[in-house]
């Protein structure tokens, strides 16, 4: 199942240093769900995949869950689910989407008419069931795509693989048919799955919500709740049995749906929120009434009942200019003046304000206009401003 385009290296740095556990080899779409994770770590079977993961080789494991031509993967989904059901703690913290591609690839000098059998892995030739019925060809089921595509080119003869472009050139077949999908465009949803650290899980935002369950009326629960079913083949057991996975729009009816004598429900996921503590309740409510704060500089004073008036010109563009503008906001009842001292443009040789300049010129205006405080604020952000308290 294919790598990266580009590169399989996740783009953030912090991902470099994440080990993701896929199934498969380089050259598989698996490896390419992995790099968006991590830093791709193969495996040949998805329950060595899953058991690294418990074991602490690696920090995520990445699952291909639902494909868009075939539904639920049977193959990955089984051996989570049996995992899960022996009590091992897994959690889905995340879900990506990634294209799939299909090629039709063989040796070199063999024609598609002569195609007899076709390898690939048995999730991939399910979602190219139409093309392989016109080739009237013998599906081989191999672990990967990717190594079907070796195998073919190690075996020779009239085969063909199903695989991504990027292993069938690496294998050094020559591609047959494009796009062999029966849906086009075909992709596949990844989960990525961790171990809960010391037992709890904090989920990041967006993580898909996954139920596990077992158990026919609970199926239907799940169902009319909204949840979309990845339903697995029935066990006597267990005539029903999968996972779920639920929208946000619809946790309120998630939260109600509980298993039956002999049904098995666990989240594989954070519940809703609504039924799990909040994670900051010492934080106070926007809502909380707060006693009035006034706050002073100088002979300024602004809240708790004082109100200020703050008047002045965009621009500190000159001395005589503050000295005039101070009096005159001062006699129209103005509590504080204001000014730009810095003034950032496109053009370096646009007026850029006077700076620090301007701000001795505020001042001497606040003294000259009776009262100022001891230290006139001031910003250095693109509309700074310098005030002074005036009579």
């Known amino acids: 199942m294919s790598s990266l385009p580009e590169a399989i290296e996740p783009e953030p740095e912090t991902l470099r240093d994440t080990r993701a ?18 830093r791709p770590v193969a495996y040949a079977t998805f329950e060595k995949t899953l058991r690294a993961l418990e074991k602490g ?21 089984e051996a989570l689910w049996r995992l899960v059901k022996g009590g091992t703690s897994l959690f889905v913290t995340g879900e990506i989407e990634v294209p799939v591609r299909f090629v039709l690839a063989a040796p070199r000098g063999v024609a598609l008419e002569d195609v007899s059998e076709v390898h690939s892995q048995g999730a991939a030739l399910r979602q190219c069931t139409n093309r392989l019925a016109r080739l009237d060809a013998v599906p081989i089921e191999t ?19 199903i695989s991504s472009e990027e292993a069938a050139l690496a294998a050094g077949l020559v591609i047959l048919l494009e796009d062999v999908s029966d849906v086009a465009p075909n992709a596949t949803r990844f989960w990525r799955l961790e171990r ?14 996954v139920v596990h369950f077992s158990g026919a009326r609970l199926s239907a629960a799940l169902t009319e709740a909204g949840a ?21 729009s619809k946790l309120d009816a998630a939260s109600r749906v509980a298993p039956a004598a002999g049904e098995s429900l666990a989240w594989l996921s954070a519940p809703p929120e609504f039924v799990r503590p909040p994670r900051m309740s ?24 004082a109100r200020a008036v703050i008047a002045g010109p965009c621009a500190v563009e000159s001395e005589e200019q503050v000295r005039r503008l101070a009096r005159a906001v001062a006699r129209a009842g103005a509590t504080a003046l204001r000014g730009g001292v ?40 693109a509309r700074a401003t310098a005030r002074t308290t005036t009579s």
Request: charged share 15%; net charge positive.
């Open 21 to 38: 556990a896929y199934q498969g080899q380089p050259g598989s779409f698996g490896a390419r769900a992995a790099a968006r994770f991590g």
């Open 282 to 305: 010492a934080i106070p409510k926007v809502t909380a009434v707060a006693p009035p704060t006034r706050v002073t500089v100088g002979p300024f004073s602004v809240g708790a009942g």
């Open 143 to 161: 672990h990967d795509t990717a190594y079907a595509a070796d195998r073919v080119a190690e075996l020779g003869g009239s085969r063909a693989a």
């Open 342 to 381: 810095f003034k950032p443009r496109t053009s370096p040789y646009s007026f850029q304000g006077h700076g620090l300049l301007a701000l001795r010129w505020l001042k001497a205006a606040g003294d000259r206009s009776g009262r100022s405080p001891s230290s006139p604020t001031s910003s250095r952000s």
């Open 228 to 248: 979309e079913l990845l339903a697995l083949p029935g066990l006597p057991e267990a005539p029903v049995r999968g996972f779920a996975v639920f929208p946000e």
């Open 196 to 209: 809960p650290e010391n037992g709890a899980l904090v989920p990041p935002l967006g993580a898909p919500r």
């Open 57 to 77: 080789e690696v920090e995520c494991a990445t699952l291909p869950a639902v494909n868009r031509v075939a539904g639920a993967i049977l193959e990955p989904l």
